[in-house]
């Protein structure tokens, strides 16, 4: 049977490079499957889970954003931050989260400051919900 073979590259360094029979990642607009033979395509990709499975086996990462470069049999998933689900800090993350609420509320809707403080609570949300799926 035909193989994926999966990269997940952030700036810092690869995290992950292996075959799999799937990769599930967190498109722009929803999750999305690729299977071997798909045809190819570029994505971005909001925070949250990226699942690749290989048999019954699956490993989960959380993924903060990117891109994501498919072809018939590999997908490189260009990450802005990513880390494997279960070396997630939760308490770290809620705390982020707790900061991130506190500045907002001292800031005009339109401020800049309170939109990058909005993304940070939005990433940290689903960095908890990946944590949770493991």
Same mark, same amino acid.
């Given at each position: #049977?035909?193989?994926?073979?999966?990269?997940?590259?952030?700036?810092?360094?690869?995290?992950?490079q292996?075959?799999?029979?799937e990769?599930?990642?967190?498109?722009?607009?929803?999750?999305?499957?690729?299977?071997?033979?798909?045809?190819?395509?570029?994505?971005? #990709?909001?925070?949250?889970?990226?699942?690749?499975?290989?048999?019954?086996?699956?490993?989960?990462?959380?993924?903060?954003?990117?891109?994501?470069?498919?072809?018939?049999?590999?997908?490189?998933?260009?990450?802005?931050?990513?880390?494997?689900?279960?070396?997630?800090?939760?308490?770290?993350?809620?705390?982020?989260?707790?900061?991130?609420?506190e500045?907002?509320?001292?800031?005009?809707?339109?401020?800049?400051?309170?939109?990058?403080?909005?993304?940070?609570?939005?990433?940290?949300?689903?960095?908890?919900?990946?944590?949770? #799926?493991?």
């Amino acid at each position: #049977m035909a193989r994926l073979k999966v990269e997940v590259v952030t700036p810092e360094r690869r995290l992950a490079q292996l075959e799999a029979d799937e990769v599930i990642a967190p498109g722009a607009e929803g999750l999305f499957g690729v299977r071997p033979g798909h045809a190819p395509f570029l994505s971005l #990709m909001q925070p949250g889970p990226l699942t690749i499975r290989e048999g019954s086996k699956s490993e989960l990462y959380f993924v903060a954003g990117g891109f994501v470069e498919v072809g018939a049999s590999n997908v490189r998933v260009l990450a802005d931050a990513a880390q494997p689900a279960k070396d997630i800090d939760v308490a770290a993350a809620k705390k982020r989260i707790a900061e991130a609420e506190e500045k907002l509320k001292g800031l005009e809707v339109t401020d800049v400051k309170a939109q990058a403080q909005r993304e940070l609570i939005r990433r940290e949300q689903k960095r908890v919900e990946v944590a949770a #799926m493991k």
